[in-house]
Nanobody, 123 residues
Framework: VQLQASGGGLAQAGGSLRLSCVASGRTFSSYGMGWFRQAPGNEREFVAGISWSGSTYYSDSVKGRFTISRDNAKNTVYLQMNSLKPDDTAVYYC??????????????????WGQGTQVTVSS
């Protein structure tokens, strides 16, 4: 599976951004998809996950502000980020795995990664 993420950029606190990740190479609908993020000096952490059937999972820090979705016809997963905070500043990575990606999934468990896209939120 090859993953291509896009949509990062600069936003003000309280603003919104939408990330996209297009997958190719294998049967997209069979994979659990997710987003992780990594801020400087920190480990890569789980942000959101979505199963092949559409069940969603979020970290406590983004629940209620971020929404993950997928369009299997377009082989694409999205992360809608609203009410952004400076603490959301990080490189965001798209992830794919045959297992469902949930809150307890470690970044070392993930089989496929996208290249990362920078999100910067100014105060």
């Amino acid at each position: 599976v090859q993953l291509q993420a896009s949509g990062g950029g600069l936003a003000q606190a309280g603003g919104s951004l939408r990330l996209s990740c297009v997958a190719s190479g294998r049967t997209f609908s069979s994979y659990g998809m997710g987003w992780f993020r990594q801020a400087p000096g920190n480990e890569r952490e789980f942000v959101a996950g979505i199963s092949w059937s559409g069940s969603t999972y979020y970290s406590d820090s983004v629940k209620g502000r971020f929404t993950i979705s997928r369009d299997n016809a377009k082989n694409t997963v999205y992360l809608q980020m609203n009410s952004l905070k400076p603490d959301d500043t990080a490189v965001y990575y798209c992830a794919a795995d045959l297992a469902v990606i949930v809150r307890t999934t470690r970044h070392t468990d993930i089989e496929y990664w996208g290249q990362g896209t920078q999100v910067t939120v100014s105060s």
